[in-house]
């Protein structure tokens, strides 16, 4: 080629691309300790950072009964107390070093991660040590914590999209399901939570045995394994009990319920049902059958919804991926006055993926999007130890993010259809909208085909 | 931390950066025109974040919803956002695919208007006017997005108006306004072009000279108004806004120092002393200790014209009044600027946002997006090389004489919001109740 610039009027051609550049997801490598807790190590060296996880086996999805939320309030507690410092100063200790840590708890396992300039590894590492095996709760962090958690669950009334999500999954599941109350647990379960309840909770679940230490960046293998040993190397304690627990149980019913918010000028729109576990051999055919119904932009019920109607900002469907079968749900606020059309739109794109074969057009672009995006998913380090603690949370093959684009690539359009008739259900979706019942109760009863069910923002029955 | 950076100008006025970086076959396109709500005129509020929402509705060789599936089809990820005084546009793709990205771009630069319809317009009003109600008009607080800067900029000002606009004013816009828009300010002297990531740099020159080059320039557009602002609000103002929320929220705002001035950087690390993560001050104080906040933070609107906002964002907790809230709120920067800052904390801020700076230009998008920030307001890309110092240079005695001059009564706006009605009042009185315990 030449560096002349050919001058033309009117606009240039469409290119076409070159040849790829191969992709790798990082390496990584697998210690353990003497102790038996694990290590996960990917050694990126672009700038001079390193992301550290700690990966407990101690999620939501492992309470006992009568404790929902001890999960969320035991990992948050770690940061408020531990080896003879207060709250205020382990996080001026961690500040101090340029990094803030993240102790949380989802439905699958607790987390405790931060990303540090890798010349400050060590210190951050000693500081994650002190929260895993040295936390006190105090008495008045507990009751603060409990406090914060009340007044978010307080907000959430008010909060057209969290109430809609909240409402959808206690729509979906058994009232005895532990997925039909929030993680973090509800009103009445975090103030029956205790110190003792907290403390019992962390001495069962954090243990060597079931804590996973992912490294990712400017370290060496050997020197987080030096770390780690140094660190965590004499952490005593036994494998934790298990909890046999229903926690995703979902009675087979369609159901139709309004969340009563006078004079909303949108209505917010959850459908949807149980979805599937993680480890479903069936997760790459779902995932691009999902994409292509609801998951890109140029999904079809995003081009429905908001390209061909203008109903809506944006249109999303999901599978919600945990240990047992998290939510499917289709997510979308529309102008009040068109939300019975809108929803008939999306069961009518549920009824269309289920009833004939995507076009090969469809399926290339869900799979060469899900290919062509994999490394551009990974371009941080955070990002690459979230991908490889859900390798260690699901116990995904060694190889899976080796695989993946493979995979992808081959699922055809047999596949797809296959997926959506084994994993859409129409007979028992739950139409879930928090929106003004004077407006949207009627459309929505003549598309359910019986009256809808009206609740207050607490799930309180509404008289009809 | 330095990243490369080459510049470059085409004939037409197109401003150019480039980082090369090989590591993952990665390469970010990243589009900034200097065009943003401060340039609509009056009866047109919102009209440039509509007009942004049309550039995806396709161009001469584009059709209507490809831009996004092409770039999906690549395997890239793709949006847009509009600003107080910018736009940007933006893809991330692979490597081969770079010439997709910059083609579409300079195609809907060059080629708009032919694919412009009526109907085209009246979907994405309909879109927009939903997306008004979804971050606004039915999320709680959402209004303080038009109702902070309305305060802060008096109303002749091109910041005090709607970014998102009202909804009469975005059904009064028409084709005429796109065509007007679109010739006016979307002209290749009127933007830059960062690319970052794996590319080629004689290859990445010759490919946008091919595209972009036979570009016309613009005929200029029209200049702002006078932005010049006294440095403080000349009074406090206080706004209390009733809304369907639960809990009192406040956001205390200040006239501060124009991004890019020395006295930025200083007024980034006061608000950082104030609100930046849970060492900062309000979060232990408020939050921590007296128990009278569920949430606290700051930020800064990074204006490069007339003042810039610092803005303190505190959420009370559900035993807390508004009345307690405020006062807490504002005794907190009483004493930062009776008592000055401490050298410990100067140091934790600046130590937090260099780990956030280099953080920051891990993904190729981010980066291309911080080259445009900086060739668009300064016209000098490399400032993202030079941030770290600058807030390295931050003293205690800087910050001091920064609260001093800025965080006084004269120069604060109370953006209050209260809880609306009294389902929501007694909901709170219940649950002080079993917080008294």
Known sequence: MTGTTTQTSGPTPRPTPTEPRNYHFPAFHRRTLPNGMRLVVAPVTKLPLVSITAVIDAGASVEREGQDGVAALTAQLLLEGAAGLDGAALTDRFERIGTSVDAHADWDAATVSLTVLAERLPDALALVRDLLRAPEFPEREVARLKDERLAELLQLRAEPRGLADEQFSRAVYAPTARYAAPAGGSAASVRALTRDVARGFYAERYRPTSTTLVFVGEVSVDRAAELALELFGDWQGDVASTVERAVDASPLTRVARVVAKADASQSEVRVGHAGLPRRHPDYFETTVMNAVLGGLFSSRINLNLREAHGYTYGAFSAFEWRRAAGPFMIQTAVKSDVTGAAVREILHEIERMRSQEISTDELTLATSYLDGVFPIRYETTSAIATALSNLVIHDLPEHFYDDYRVRVRSVTTEDVLRAAQRHLHPDRLRIVVVGDPAVIATPLGEIHGAPVETVTADGAEVAA | ?437
């Open chain 2, 1 to 437: 931390m330095q990243i490369p950076i080459d510049t470059f100008t085409l004939d037409n006025g197109l401003f150019v950066t480039l980082s090369e970086d090989h590591t993952a076959p990665i390469v970010a396109v990243n589009l900034w025109y200097h065009v943003g709500s401060a340039n609509e005129r009056a009866g047109r509020t919102g009209f440039a974040h509509l007009f942004e929402h049309m550039l995806f509705q396709g161009s001469a060789s584009v059709g209507a919803n490809e831009h996004f599936e092409l770039v999906q089809r690549a395997g890239g990820t793709l949006n847009g956002s509009t600003w107080l005084d910018r736009t940007n546009y933006y893809e991330t793709v692979p490597s081969n695919q770079l010439e997709l990205a910059l083609w579409l771009e300079a195609n809907r630069m060059g080629y708009l208007l032919p694919a412009m319809t009526q109907q085209k317009l009246d979907t994405q009003r309909d879109v927009v006017q939903n997306e008004r109600r979804w971050s606004m008009d039915n999320q709680p607080y959402g209004s303080w997005w038009e109702r902070l800067p309305a305060l802060c900029f008096p109303p002749s000002h091109p910041f005090h108006h709607s970014l998102i606009g009202s909804m009469s004013d975005l059904d009064a816009a028409s084709l005429e306004d796109i065509e007007q828009f679109f010739t006016t300010y979307y002209t290749p002297d009127n933007a830059v072009l960062s690319i970052a990531g794996d590319f080629d740099r004689a290859e990445a020159r010759r490919l946008v000279e091919r595209h972009f080059g036979p570009i016309p320039r613009g005929a200029g557009k029209p200049p702002l108004p006078d932005m010049t602002l006294p440095p403080t609000l000349g009074g406090p103002l206080r706004e209390v806004v009733p809304d369907d929320v639960v809990l009192p929220r406040l956001f205390l705002a200040f006239r501060s120092p124009v991004f890019g001035s020395d006295d930025y950087y200083t007024a980034s690390v006061c608000g950082a002393i104030l609100g930046l993560k849970k060492g900062s001050r309000l979060h232990r104080r408020l939050v921590r200790e007296r128990q009278i906040a569920a949430e606290a933070q700051s930020f800064t609107y990074d204006l490069t014209k007339g003042s810039d906002l610092l803005v303190l964002d505190v959420t009370a907790r559900p035993e807390s009044s508004s009345e307690e809230l405020e006062r807490a709120v504002n005794e907190e920067v009483d004493r930062l600027r009776d008592e000055g800052v401490t050298a410990e904390e100067v140091a934790r801020a600046v130590t937090l946002i260099e780990t956030e700076l280099i953080v920051a230009l891990q993904s190729a998008g981010d980066r291309a997006d911080k080259l445009s920030l900086f060739a668009t307001y300064f016209g000098d890309p490399s400032l993202v090389n030079t941030q770290a110092a600058r807030y390295r240079e931050v003293t205690p005695e800087r910050v001091n004489a920064f609260a001093r001059a800025r965080l006084g009564t004269d120069n604060r706006a109370s953006l209050l919001y209260v809880p609306r009605d009294t389902e929501t009042t007694s909901a709170n009185q219940e649950l002080a109740e079993v917080g008294a315990r």
